[in-house]
């Protein structure tokens, strides 16, 4: 048989699981910008809040056509053979990636202060 203190406690687990879970998901920053690397070097970069579609061009005849919509980046179109960036699901968080190893070329989103900090850097 089940007692009342049993049914307490788990509730409270139930309770600090659900405001784990919370937690983690308030925690996990929006980014504000794309940054893409080509072959290792920063290519270009562009802000999260304004839609644009971009083609990255390589000398080789290589290319990765990406969009930025919602605030969210989406491989669409890629010239590499396994298409693994293409079926990658739009990412919007900081830090999160999108990479074309073929091409190497990674889209990579980086945050707000840190942002900053380059601008004024630069
Ligand atoms: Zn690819």
Known sequence: ?????????????VILCLAAF????????EGSKVIVYVDGNEYASFPLN???EYTVRKEDGAYN???????????IAASCPDKIC?????????????????????????????????????
């Open 86 to 122: 293409v079926n990658e699901r739009s990412k919007h968080y900081r830090n999160e990636t999108i990479t074309c190893l073929p091409n190497n070329v990674v889209l990579e989103i980086s945050g707000g202060e840190e942002g900053d900090v380059d601008i004024i850097a630069k």
């Open 50 to 52: 304004e839609d644009v």
């Open 1 to 13: 048989m089940i007692k009342k203190n049993d049914f307490l406690l788990i509730g409270a687990i």
């Open 65 to 75: 056509t990406f969009i930025i919509k919602d605030g969210k980046i989406d491989m």
């Open 22 to 29: 919370a937690f983690m998901l308030l925690s996990r920053k």
